[in-house]
């Protein structure tokens, strides 16, 4: 089994599920969304994309957070997260987990999960000391539901480990789908 993921959270879930992969490799592709590509599609897309070649199980996927059409950045910078975060208060934005299984034999499954989460009002004291935090680096929608933003989520809708990175009983059912025991 390969986890094609540089992400630990990907790994701590899929251990959550009993899943001990033998090997991680970081996938290395351009992750540039298309002119207009809608979300879903970019999310079912870059998890395709990240299967890198192996012998095994391979798994990979992508998260992505879209406020309406707009995907919204990958946040690398204090700007870029202070942007998500201004967009996301006040207002519900969906998150879309698209994940990738190629079995042993060559056959692939994938699927993308979707779900609704719900920022409260941010003030300008708690945007500022989670932009000080710094979670959100690396995060897409410059957040982390696992971590403190958690106090800012007032609805979620759909997968929670989704949401985080990796959702695991989409991941469980396309693994067993493809002969995984
Ligand atoms: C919305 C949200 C995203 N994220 C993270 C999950 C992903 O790691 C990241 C989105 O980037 P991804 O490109 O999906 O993943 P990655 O670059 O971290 O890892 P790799 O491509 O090697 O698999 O955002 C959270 O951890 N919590 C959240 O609540």
Redesign the pocket.
Known sequence: MIL????P??LELLRQIGIEPDQIV??DID?TPLAGEPPRAYALR?ALA?LVPGDGFVI??????AAGARILP?AETPEQAEKCLTLLSGRRHR?Y?GVAVRAPDGRVASRVVGSV?GFARLDAGQLRDYLDGGEWR????G?????K?AAFVDFVSGSYSG???LPLHETASLLRGLGYR
Not at 4 to 7: I, R, V
Not at 143 to 147: C, D, H, L, R, T
Request: zero cysteines.
């Open positions: 094609a993921s540089a992400s959270r990907r970081a996938p992750e870059i990240k990979a996927a992508d998260t992505v957070a990958k998150v987990t989460v690396g995060k897409a929608g957040y982390a539901i696992q971590g933003a949401v985080v990175g």
